[in-house]
């Protein structure tokens, strides 16, 4: 986008700046989703963002979605590190916000692999400012000095962080990439394994090391302690006798929405390594469940 040419006392550039918001949005969500995990938070960034940027100068902001991006995680961090001692006092397992997403996002490989279930756990279990600029640099390709900028750090400091962050999650990701239709095939299969209660075949498909982690939040009944093994995880899975499960897109990959009474009970998406399932990730606090009820945009 081209410098503007009027300040913010016109209606031309106000609306100049809205237009330019709006074009960023949905990068700027997905930069402050995958820095907090959840998307209530997001949100709240957004506004604060918006407000900064509203009070802005802009014609004198050469590259609005640099500075937008750098507001935006200035913003993330500070919340980030709020939301962290908040966590610490979390009731059970700690789980991200699962987001309904349009088949567009999986299509996107990189974009759908940083918002995985999987890969954002990994992401908590860096520093704030590790988190941030692993974000920027290896999801959003930013430049470096982009992100000294917007973390206040040096240049080489910046690097130095990546390549930690970048190892620290290479450790940990899941170990192979899975196609769009590999994991379509490995959802049907384990649902229809547990809609059954085919133990052998349940077993079949799960690793023998596979986690379950529930998130209720101390709000609905769920495992305070991580469920580890097969046997401890079939059994637990054997508990959903009855209720309707239904595939969907979340977060960029298969998952299962499994409702009961009508309503949507609990989204649980799959961690798939070396053809296994290797982890569960069931969310059942109500409070993270609201965007299951329409398609977010996500961006790069």
């Known amino acids: 986008m081209t410098d503007g040419n009027a300040g913010t006392d016109t209606g031309t550039g106000a609306a100049t700046a809205t237009d330019s918001f709006v074009a960023h949005r949905n990068l700027l969500f997905t930069v402050a989703y995958e820095m907090l ?33 750098r507001v935006t995680t200035r913003q993330a961090l500070t919340r980030l590190r709020t939301l962290r001692r908040r966590r610490e006092s979390y009731v059970g397992p700690w789980l991200p916000e699962p987001l309904l997403t349009s088949p567009d996002v999986a299509e996107d490989v990189e974009l759908a692999d940083s918002v995985s279930m999987a890969v954002l756990l990994v992401l ?18 930013l430049d470096y000095d982009e ?32 196609s769009s239709s590999q994991a379509r095939d490995a959802l049907a299969a384990f649902q229809q394994a547990v809609e059954t209660g085919d133990l052998t075949q349940l077993l079949n498909l799960i690793s023998p090391d596979v986690v379950l982690l529930t998130d209720g939040g101390g709000v609905v009944r769920a495992a305070l302690q991580p469920v580890v093994g097969a046997a401890d995880v079939a059994d637990a899975l054997a508990r959903l006798s009855g209720a ?35 982890g569960l990730y069931a969310v059942r606090n109500p409070e993270k469940l609201s965007r299951m009820n329409h398609e977010t945009a996500l961006g790069r």
């Open 244 to 278: 309707l499960l239904q595939p969907t897109q979340v977060n960029g990959h298969p998952a299962l929405v499994i409702r009961r009474d009508g309503r949507i009970d609990t989204i649980m998406a799959l961690r798939l390594d070396a053809g296994l399932v290797t």
């Open 37 to 69: 995990g959840s998307a209530a938070d997001a949100e709240d960034v957004l506004q604060e963002t918006w407000l900064r940027w509203s009070d802005v100068e802009h014609a004198a902001v050469r590259d609005p979605r640099a500075f937008l991006v």
């Open 147 to 178: 992100i000294a900028q917007a973390v206040n750090k040096t240049l080489p400091a910046v690097r130095q962080i990546a390549h930690r962050a970048r190892a620290h999650v290479a450790a940990r990701r899941p170990r192979e990439r899975v």
């Open 124 to 141: 908590e279990s860096l520093t704030p400012t590790e988190r941030a600029v692993f974000v920027l640099r290896d999801v959003f390709a």
